[in-house]
């Protein structure tokens, strides 16, 4: 069973920058697509990015496209997601989780190991 652990979650005014990692337990991503959800109160956890080891392929939500990257590193187990021009309404819980998918599944019900999650607070 994987075990994901996020890290780099803060406070940022509007505007500014905050880099997230996830690290796995296990050497996983040449089978899986790694993904980032985020979870603000009172809401229900949205998709934000993936990405799938294999073909390298990416995927975004509306909301983060231009601002958001995600990325890997395939020799650390480790994935990543840079936040730039962060907005108060990027506040959240955010997670990581891995799927058995060949693309970069915007699909929150075929993910199936998540982390703990971290907080991301952007103030105005």
């Known amino acids: 069973q994987a075990q994901l652990v996020e890290s780099g979650g803060g406070l940022v005014q509007a505007g500014g920058s905050l880099g997230l990692s996830c690290a796995a337990s296990?050497?996983?991503?040449?089978?899986?697509?790694m993904g980032w959800f985020r979870q603000a109160p009172g809401k229900e956890r949205e998709f934000v990015a993936a990405?799938?080891?294999?073909?390298?392929?990416?995927s975004y939500a509306d909301s983060v496209k231009g601002r958001f990257t995600i990325s890997g590193d395939n020799t650390k187990n480790t994935v990543y997601l840079q936040m730039n021009n962060l907005k108060p309404e990027d506040t959240a819980v955010y997670y990581c989780?891995?799927?058995?998918?060949?693309?970069?599944?915007?699909?929150?019900?075929?993910?199936?190991?998540w982390g703990q999650g971290t907080q991301v607070t952007v103030s105005s």
């Open positions: 296990r050497r996983t991503f040449s089978a899986y697509t």
């Open positions: 989780a891995t799927a058995q998918r060949p693309y970069p599944s915007t699909s929150r019900g075929v993910y199936e190991y």
């Open positions: 990405i799938t080891w294999s073909s390298g392929g990416t």
